[in-house]
Nanobody
């Protein structure tokens, strides 16, 4: 089992940046880690996922070129660097981990494929 704790959310102006952190309770090397978000009244949607230790990350089109997923293996922490933020990016952001690697980085991350979730961190982008 893996416990995940997100941090780094906040309120920024459109065009600004934030870096979210996801600290894991155990080694995440060779695990599939994803970032998701959920806006009020909407379903949770996948943003990006990556095989930790690999070199490729899948991003959904709406964040491609603006968001970057990275990891610090020494700290068992995954980051989501968010630049050029838009009001549409306003949501609760969650990181998640999965036991199975099947389907990792293959298309939009699906909530049903992930086994462990953090409590979320709120991101608000003001216009």
């Amino acid at each position: 089992q893996v416990q995940l704790v997100e941090s780094g959310g906040g309120s920024v102006q459109a065009g600004g940046s934030l870096r979210l952190s996801c600290a894991a309770s155990r080694n995440i090397h060779r695990r599939c880690i994803g970032w998701f978000r959920q806006a009020p009244g909407k379903e949770r949607e996948g943003v990006a996922h990556s095989y930790i230790g690999g070199s490729y990350t899948y991003y959904v089109d709406s964040v491609k070129g603006r968001f970057t997923l990275s990891q610090d293996n020494a700290k068992d922490t995954v980051y989501l660097e968010m630049n050029s933020l838009k009001p549409d990016d306003t949501a609760m952001y969650y990181c998640a981990a999965r036991e199975s690697l099947t389907g990792c980085i293959a298309g939009t991350p699906q909530t049903t494929a992930f086994d462990y979730w953090g409590q979320g961190t709120q991101v608000t982008v003001n216009s």
